[in-house]
């Protein structure tokens, strides 16, 4: 009775081995492959907008290609924007102009910008 049992359990773990691997070389459709090139984009970190980029027309095919493609935007540092120039105060004293690289933070920028126009408004 074993032998029986055990015959029919490897002709099932068989088939089920054999359904999985049709299923991952199953050509997918427009709409399954998109939502699939979104989740391996998301699972390998690739940015979201190079999703599309991802080629193959089956699961496998398209998380192989999404493996290769994480790994090159994992290794890849990203760019860093230089820092803007100081820039000195006028010896003079006044206000500096509102300008690139003359503020600290926004609101800095905001206020020296607030006062530029109001001096420039009521100064004619």
Known sequence: MSNSHDQTVRAA?????????TAAQKKLTGKEASALRGRLAVRYGIPI????RLKGDTEA???ADA???G???KSS???QLPAPPVQAQPASGGTPSV???NFQS????MARFTSEVIRRRFES
């Open 13 to 21: 773990v068989a088939k089920a081995t054999e359904e999985t691997a």
């Open 49 to 52: 907008q190079l999703a599309d």
């Open 106 to 109: 926004i609101g800095d920028m």
């Open 77 to 79: 540092a990203p760019a």
């Open 71 to 73: 790994a090159i935007a």
């Open 99 to 101: 300008g690139p690289g």
């Open 67 to 69: 493996e290769r493609l």
């Open 61 to 63: 095919e398209l998380t």
